[in-house]
Every structure is written in structure tokens, then in C-alpha cells.
């Protein structure tokens, strides 16, 4: 449980900064920019400070590419889809994530939701736990999501200011 609520806490987050009123929010043309998909994924895409060394699936437009300031530090929160098979998707972050400077460090199956999560870390980092969640849905043709929850390094952490005394 505590897994899933880590992988789901920065699309939550994503969803409560568009709104909160019970209003469909209208988005500014900025923010329609910024989470309008994008093929072919590129670094300029990603949040400021997110790892350069980490794979991105080639063949996936970017859905959502957010930095997350929370209590324990910064998170990084990406949301990816793709055509291909979650196989392909699964095989490629399997490879890749096996490679320095990360380590895939346990793999759940949820076949009733036809995901897999990946726990993965970067070797020699403290090993702090972040996750890659696949998951193939069926609906009006193939489409794999993907979603990459991973702590901001602490050299980028956002600094939260300081509380000021009370008068």
C-alpha cells in the first residue's frame, strides 16, 4: 500500500494544480502549452533538475513533466504514453534501469490493472527508492501509460522559506 500511495501522491498533485472548486478549470495558454504532448521527449521538456542519466522512452509523448516540492523533498513527477506494447515499455526500463547508475530494486505485478511497477534507485545514492509504474489500457486502440515518481536529488531541493516570528 505504501508503494501504490507513493507512486499515485504526484499524479494527485498534478490533478489538484488544475483546480479544486468542483469546476472544470480553463486552463491558460501557458499551462495548455506546457502539458499539450510533445513527441519525441526531450530534456528541455523535463523539470529543471531532473536527471540527465535517466532513460526516456523514446517513442512516448510526455502527458504531464512536473517538480513537486513536499514535506520530505522535492519529487519529481513524469506522465508518458506511448503506442507500443507495455512488454516493449517493461523490457526497455528493465534494460536500461539495470545499467549505472541504476538499480532495479523490486518488481510488482497488478494483473487485474495490467500494470507493473518497477522500485528502482541510483546506486550509491543512499538509495533512495523511486518508481516507474506501466500500465496498458485498452480503450480506443492500444495505449501504455507511464509514470516516474522520483526524488529530486537534495543539491536541487527547493529551499522553503523560513517561518517569520510572530509580533
Same mark, same amino acid.
Given at each position: 500500500m505504501r508503494?501504490?500511495?507513493?507512486?499515485?501522491? +504526484?499524479?494527485?498533485?498534478?490533478?489538484?494544480?488544475?483546480? $479544486?472548486?468542483g469546476e472544470?478549470?480553463?486552463?491558460s495558454p501557458a %499551462? =495548455?502549452?506546457?502539458f499539450s504532448p510533445? +513527441?519525441?521527449p526531450a530534456p528541455d521538456e523535463l523539470?529543471? $533538475?531532473?536527471?540527465?542519466?535517466?532513460?526516456?522512452?523514446?517513442? %512516448? =509523448?510526455?502527458t504531464a513533466a512536473r517538480r513537486i516540492s513536499a514535506a520530505q523533498g522535492?519529487?519529481?513527477?513524469?506522465?508518458?504514453?506511448?503506442?507500443?506494447?507495455?512488454?516493449?515499455?517493461?523490457?526497455?526500463?528493465?534494460?536500461?534501469?539495470a545499467e549505472a547508475p541504476w538499480e532495479v530494486t523490486n518488481v510488482v505485478e497488478i494483473a487485474a490493472e495490467s500494470t507493473v511497477v518497477l522500485e528502482?534507485?541510483?546506486?550509491?545514492?543512499?538509495g533512495q527508492a523511486a518508481t516507474l509504474a506501466i500500465k496498458e489500457e485498452q480503450t480506443d486502440g492500444r495505449k501504455t501509460l507511464i509514470t516516474i515518481s522520483l526524488p529530486a536529488p537534495a543539491a536541487t531541493l527547493t529551499p522553503t522559506p523560513a517561518a517569520s516570528p510572530p509580533n
Open positions: 508503494l501504490l500511495a507513493f507512486l499515485l501522491l +504526484p499524479l494527485l498533485l498534478l490533478a489538484a494544480c488544475d483546480g $479544486g472548486d472544470a478549470p480553463t486552463p %499551462a =495548455t502549452a506546457a510533445t +513527441p519525441s523539470p529543471e $533538475g531532473f536527471p540527465a542519466d535517466f532513460p526516456i522512452y523514446e517513442d %512516448a =509523448t510526455i522535492d519529487i519529481f513527477a513524469i506522465g508518458m504514453e506511448t503506442t507500443d506494447t507495455g512488454d516493449a515499455v517493461r523490457n526497455f526500463y528493465e534494460d536500461r534501469l528502482f534507485a541510483r546506486r550509491g545514492d543512499g
